[in-house]
């Protein structure tokens, strides 16, 4: 015990002030030396302290959020910019898809800040833990450091009469120093990596402020671009109105996806239209010969393929470990796993942050795009070759049924928090969270096998 030998060092120096402080260590000694069952605590969950800290951490970013604000000169540029763009359908949709690309590259930002600064927080929060619970120990140790700095031992040279008292404190200082050094050090380590932490947190929150602003101004760029995308729509606002009317009554009738998707096919014009065409551009592309076809795909891959076109670039199969998922987000579901009322889900389910884009992850002909039963707001894409990809739990969509999308191209908008819905069920989140269901003549299937290898991941539990 670093103490009582402390003490009695200091009593060699000045006895007896030294005595007291003795024999008040040693008094406190078997205390310190065996704590009582009751007063050990059990160290902290690792997973739970990291969630509670995400969740701190999203309560922090959602106000910061709200005083984040565009300036004056900001809007008129990109109001300008808009203005200045060339106003061709396929100008349009690319600046579209361009820019729901940047927000999604901004929205994985920031949701990797916001793991950050989580994991900073709980190690700040270590660090202090540690310091709170020695405080004892530690303010003895500085309290003694001082008292030391104040009545250092006598020199034996300066003033020989006190030789004893100097040879007592020398060896009982040479017991003492050690201890007292491995106390200091550590302290100052501590000390050292929460400041170090601390600059860190700063560092990374000046830097997610940032790119918060930057999300909030391609979002305003979006919104700015769907508004003019509007303007070009060739099908007039009553035609769409009356069709938006007559798909809410089919889905109010359907009672299965694949009933839904019959329906619309066949009793609304525009996805009528649009899915005969689709299939006759399918059934020529198989008619090509091999030299087409790959002429055809050597213009694909090399990223310019044809922005009028009305049918997939590519044949939906072909697409494995190709496809970006439609938002940034944490896998919190796969397929085949639990769904928590003792059924395998039938899709993947994925937290995102408040207000994510979510955008197509195929080109394909919208088949249904509003509310569906117990879904929510659901849009279901028709990419080809016997393919249908469900999406559901949105709060805004900002496509039709019946419009041909490419792949990137902004479909909808996740709400504030997560949408009750069969398919969120059981899940222990308040976030935004998305179902991705993907289909082949009308059976669910396994989407892992489509997305790029840094989407793929294990499913995982979030908070």
């Known amino acids: 015990m670093i103490l009582p030998l402390l003490a009695a060092g200091i009593a060699a120096a000045n006895p007896p002030s030294g005595l007291r402080m003795e024999a008040q260590a040693q008094d406190a000694a078997p205390a310190a030396a065996a704590p009582s069952p009751q007063a050990i605590t059990p160290p902290p969950d690792p997973a739970a302290e990291l969630a509670r800290k995400r969740d701190e951490t999203r309560a922090e970013l959602d106000a910061l959020s709200k005083t984040i604000n565009l300036s004056s000169d900001k809007v008129n540029e990109l109001e300008k910019s808009i203005a200045d763009l060339d106003k061709s359908s396929s100008s349009i949709r690319q600046a579209l898809i361009d820019s ?187 008619l090509l010969t091999d030299e087409q076809r790959a002429q055809a795909k050597a213009l694909a891959d090399s990223g310019v393929p044809d922005k009028n076109r009305i049918a997939p670039a590519y044949p939906f199969g072909e697409l494995k470990a190709k496809l970006e998922l439609p938002v940034a987000g944490d896998i919190l579901r796969q397929f085949g796993d639990a769904d928590g009322t003792g059924h395998e889900a039938m899709g993947m389910t994925l937290a995102t942050n408040p207000d994510s884009v979510v955008t197509a992850p195929a080109d394909g002909l919208v088949v249904f795009a509003g509310a569906f039963r117990s879904y929510g707001q659901m849009i279901i894409l028709d990419t080809g070759d016997g393919y249908h990809l469900v999406l559901s739990g949105m709060d805004t969509i900002s496509t039709r049924q019946g419009k041909f999308v490419f792949a990137g191209e902004p479909l909808a908008a996740m709400g504030a928090k997560r949408v009750a819905s069969a398919t969120a069920l059981a899940l222990e989140t308040n976030r935004p969270t998305l179902y991705i269901e993907f289909r082949k003549d009308g059976k669910p299937v396994d989407s892992r096998p489509w997305w790029t290898a840094k989407d793929t991941g294990k499913a995982r539990n979030d908070s």
């Open 100 to 286: 729901a690309a940047r927000r999604k590259t901004l929205e994985k930002q920031i949701l990797d800040s916001e793991k950050k600064l989580a994991d900073l927080g709980v190690k700040e929060d270590g660090i202090r833990r540690s310091l709170h619970d020695r405080r004892g120990l530690l303010a003895e140790v500085l309290a003694a450091l001082q008292r030391m700095g104040r009545n250092p031992p006598p020199a034996l040279l300066v003033t020989p009469d006190d030789a004893l008292a100097s040879v007592r404190s020398a060896i009982l200082l040479g017991a003492v120093v050690p201890g007292m050094r491995k106390e200091t050090d550590r302290l100052a380590a501590d000390l050292n990596n929460l400041a170090a932490l601390q600059t860190a947190s700063a560092k990374e929150r000046a830097g997610l402020t940032a790119t918060m602003a930057n999300s909030i101004e391609e979002e305003r760029r979006m919104d700015l671009l769907l508004a003019e995308n509007d303007k070009h729509s060739r099908s007039s606002a009553a035609e769409l109105d009356a069709e938006k009317k007559r798909s809410e009554e089919l889905a109010g009738k359907a009672t299965t996806l694949e009933g839904l998707v019959a329906s619309m096919e066949s009793e609304i014009s525009s996805v009528r239209e649009a899915a005969q065409a689709a299939r006759r551009e399918e059934e020529n592309r198989k």
